[in-house]
């Protein structure tokens, strides 16, 4: 059955109240300005959250009450990566399911009311919306024991209207968006061609025994049964099934075309359109009229055979596309007889209750999509966003008192929602939550979303009632009257006629008259006559008594007529004041509504103020915690490297007292063996008594230190005390030249000849040689090939402290091919110290190659360079300085190197090895 099908229900008719004594037209009923201020509804929306398919995974959604839900991100999402912190997030909605709420709960108190408008004449949309695998298709289908909304919604309407459904083929599709009506006869007629010939020629599969099946299995049907259905009128149910997949409208019931060499043709895309009311609608879409719960399965099932779903690495039956199943209910007053609709199209209502959907967001690297899979989700997560931005505009809008354009063009999906967000209908939204710890990431952008939606109002449709002039309740009025017959000939006449005959008799008999003196005919005829006569007069006697009856009834009818006028006058006195004060009520009630509204929206508002500074003392206590920690961290690492660089320089300064004894201890040593050898060349008599000085006990080397700068012995010899000298044992003699005579000379050599032989045997120690104070060469001065690695910006150093390179090679961006054919590496690097003297460190290291092809370099020494400006006014520093110190005391880093120890009233200053000024 071709038929159009829109998406947003309209009024076809012009009900109106029944305080109203003429029909509006539809253009003005649908206009803003008909539309009272301050009746607004939100957008609901409900939160669901789906069992765990194991209980021993991560949970990261806890719902904290029936409206309040929690999301404690798990510690390996990407939120505590950014933030470094769990922080607990949550939100407020209309309800929360929880993960042991039943279909039968869900459906009664999201999707029943919206059934009830339907029936009222109210429009209404409710979408599933979720990540991929939260359970929106359960929700919306459920299984053949455990029905989801939409099963059910067909359930509870047919209960609903089983008493006034009209006959098929009565309402008729206008192919421009509307219906019109037309009578029994030609119902019938199109019923004939429709249903009964074509199965006549064609028979088609018995339904009887999958009556009450849902697909192949036994299901269960609710029993609900909705009172708000009026009598006085008759109702149709109509339904369509689309999807859109790619950003394309595609009909599921629509009948492929069959080509016998390439079988079923694709499906072709259908277009939007607007009627003349503005209303959204899909252009040649097929709308189906079905009479039961079981024909509307049937085309469920037929649709969804075609629906695009796909197996993905998180749902096995993944939805490809957004599908929408729409109902719509027809309804037209009955005529004054109570029996068939009446013929008039503009007192058609029509309502419609969207039931859609949604195809979950999913990101690409959790599901592995590629190819057409992940052409589809990137078109599924544009369309989502486009609704996003539409709500988020139209919140933008009501907020600021804006008139921004919403851009529902965007995509198809908000294309054909337009209608419902500008106040045409009832809007709700049911948010499914896996509460999987893997799903924390995308649940929070889906729950902020669905929280922010319920910024948006949308105006509230008023209920049609219609109001004809015609008596209420004449459907019953009509099959009382019925009841009290029990054939057609019962209903022809108005009360039943007693059983009297009122024929003049069996004929005139048989006589045969042959002359006008005929004694035996004449008699008999005579007789007849008579007779005749006699029961014409008891017919008149018995007609005048019957009209006699029948006009009494008829003056007791009259009576009883006007009693029941008056009856019905004081009736509609008591009806116009119960509507006078139903409306005082009413409008206490939406004043008592406003101001529930107002009170609502200030908690909330406070609500939110109030999680907004909690949110912000955590914040602050957090940091507070953190600027708490990190001050006690650093103060334990000021300690630690306090105590470490104090051992450093008791350390430092041992050996450096270690070193000055042993170099001044050799000295002493090696002037006390000249005495000696004087003293032997002086007393040539007691030669064979003369005995060389023992050595000292031990014989200290010291080795050569690395660093450019050096310290002499005569600096460290002026910054010894006389204390110090005293410890080691002896005084430093002052060195004095002697000059000696070349006889004497010869003389003592002689002499000193035999004492040397005489004392070869005696293990005397070897002198140590006197110290080189001598500056080293740097280790890069062989005759290996250096790498230079100077980035661009040094500055050039005149300097007399320069690397002493033979060979190099110089670059300021190193590259793997400048390594191959050099030995050693050398960076350099510079900086500013902490009183702006610039500092160039020369970083030192071995190029080897590795297995791999490349180049590894090994630092293992690091050359400082200072430069400092003299002259430059320092801070005196407060601790006290020591007397015997040539140099400027109050530079920061000698200050650091450089330690004070008190002994009595003596004080003395050492200096680390290897530190130097500069």
Request: aromatic share 6%.
């Amino acid at each position: 059955m071709e038929n159009i099908c829109y998406f947003r229900p309209k009024w076809v008719g012009s009900p109106v109240t029944n305080n109203e004594k003429t029909t509006p037209k539809v253009n003005e009923r649908r206009g803003k300005n008909s539309k009272k201020k301050g009746e607004v509804d939100p957008v609901e929306v409900y939160c669901r959250v789906r069992p765990l398919d194991n209980p021993n995974d991560s949970c990261c959604v806890k719902p904290l009450s029936t409206t309040v839900v929690q999301l404690i991100p798990p510690e390996n999402s990407l939120a505590v990566a950014r933030n470094g912190q769990i922080k607990e997030y949550q939100f407020t909605f209309q309800y929360i399911f929880d993960e042991y709420t039943s279909q039968k709960a869900v459906f009664d108190y999201v999707a029943c009311p919206l059934v009830d408008d339907l029936i009222k004449g109210k429009n209404g949309l409710l979408f599933t919306y979720g990540i991929t695998s939260s359970g929106k298709t359960y929700t919306m289908t459920g299984t053949p024991k455990d029905q989801g909304i939409l099963p059910r919604c067909l359930d509870v309407l047919f209960n609903s209207i089983s008493g006034v459904q009209a006959k098929k083929y009565v309402f008729k599709s206008d192919k421009m968006n509307g219906f019109e009506v037309q009578s029994e006869a030609d119902a019938m007629i199109e019923r004939q061609k429709r249903d009964i010939i074509p199965g006549i020629t064609t028979p088609k599969t018995p339904t009887a025994n999958r009556r009450g099946n849902f697909g192949d299995q036994e299901r269960i049907s609710d029993p609900t049964i909705l009172t708000s259905v009026d009598d006085d009128n008759q109702y149709a149910v109509f339904v369509s099934y689309i999807e859109i997949y790619n950003n394309y409208v595609y009909d599921l019931l629509e009948e492929l075309p069959y080509d016998p060499i390439t079988g079923y043709k694709p499906p072709q895309t259908k277009i939007l359109r607007t009627d003349s009311s503005d209303c959204m609608y899909v252009m040649n879409c097929v709308e189906v009229e079905i009479t039961s719960p079981e024909e509307a399965f049937e085309v469920l099932f037929k649709g969804q055979k075609r629906r695009k779903v796909a197996h993905t690495a998180l749902n096995a039956e993944s939805s490809r596309s957004h599908s929408i199943f729409n109902i719509r209910l027809v309804q037209a007053p009955l005529d004054p007889r109570g029996e068939e609709v009446l013929q008039d199209p503009d007192k058609i209502c029509v309502s419609q209750l969207s039931l859609v959907d949604l195809a979950g967001s999913e990101r690409t690297h959790r599901t592995k999509n590629a190819g057409d899979r992940l052409k589809e989700a990137g078109n599924i997560n544009q369309s989502l966003m486009a609704l996003r931005n539409c709500i988020e505009i139209l919140r933008e809008n009501q907020k600021n008192n804006s008139n921004k354009m919403v851009p529902y063009r965007d995509s198809k999906l908000t294309h054909l929602f337009k209608n419902y967000f500008d106040g045409e209908g009832k809007v709700r939204m049911v948010v499914c939550v896996n509460p999987k710890g893997e799903e924390f990431d995308e649940t929070i952008h889906v729950m902020k979303f669905a929280e922010l939606s319920q910024e948006v109002l949308i105006a509230r449709q008023q209920q049609v009632r219609f109001d004809i002039g015609l008596t209420p309740g004449r459907r019953k009025i009509n099959q009382n009257y019925k009841d009290k017959f029990k054939s057609e000939e019962d209903l022809c006449t108005p009360a039943k006629v007693p059983a009297f005959d009122f024929t003049l008799g069996p004929g005139f008999p048989p006589f045969e008259l042959l002359r006008s003196t005929d004694d035996i005919v004449l008699p008999e005829l005579e007789k007849f006559l008579e007779e005749r006569q006699k029961r014409r007069e008891i017919l008149q006697l018995e007609l005048d008594k019957q009209n006699d009856e029948f006009r009494a009834h008829l003056v007791e009818i009259d009576r009883n007529y006007e009693q029941a006028l008056f009856q019905n006058d004081e009736l509609q006195q008591r009806v116009e004041k119960s509507e006078a004060y139903v409306q005082k009520l009413e409008s206490r009630i939406r004043s008592l509504e406003r101001r529930l509204g107002e009170n609502s929206r200030q908690t909330k508002q406070s609500e939110r103020q109030k999680r907004e500074l909690e949110a912000m003392i955590q914040d602050k206590e957090v940091k507070i915690r953190q600027e708490k920690s990190e001050k006690e961290r650093l103060k334990n690492d000021f300690k630690a490297r306090l105590d470490m660089n104090n051992q450093h320089w008791e350390r430092n300064l041992e050996k450096e007292r270690q070193k000055i004894e042993q170099d001044y201890g050799g000295q002493i040593w090696e002037r006390q063996q000249k005495l000696n050898m004087l003293r032997n060349i002086v007393n040539e008599t007691d030669s064979d008594s003369c005995t060389p000085m023992p050595a000292p006990r031990e014989t200290f080397r010291t080795p050569a230190p690395k660093s450019r700068t050096q310290t002499t012995p005569a600096k460290i010899l002026s910054a010894r005390s006389e204390n110090d000298m005293r410890k080691i044992g002896t005084t430093p003699t002052p060195r004095t030249r002697t000059v000696t005579t070349g006889a004497t000379l010869s003389a003592a050599r002689a002499n000193l000849r035999p004492t040397t032989k005489s004392t070869s045997t005696s293990k005397t120690p070897k002198p140590t040689p006197p110290f080189n104070p001598r500056h080293r060469r740097s280790r890069s001065s062989n005759a290996e090939i250096w790498l230079d690695h100077r980035p661009p910006g040094s500055v050039e150093l005149d300097t007399v402290l320069q690397p002493k390179i033979k060979k190099k090679k110089s670059v300021s961006k190193l590259e793997v091919k400048d390594t191959k054919e050099v030995s050693k590496y050398m960076l350099t690097h510079q900086d500013m110290d902490s009183e702006d003297n610039l500092t160039t460190q020369i970083y030192k290291g071995d190029c080897l190659p590795t297995a791999g092809g490349g180049t590894a370099v090994v630092f293992n020494d690091v050359e400082t360079l200072k430069q400092t400006s003299p002259g430059s006014r320092k801070r005196r520093s407060s601790c006290p300085q020591p007397q015997d110190y040539e140099g400027d005391w109050t530079d920061v880093e000698d200050r650091c190197n450089i330690a004070i120890e008190g002994h009595g009233n003596a004080m003395k200053r050492s200096k680390p090895n290897g530190a130097t000024r500069v």
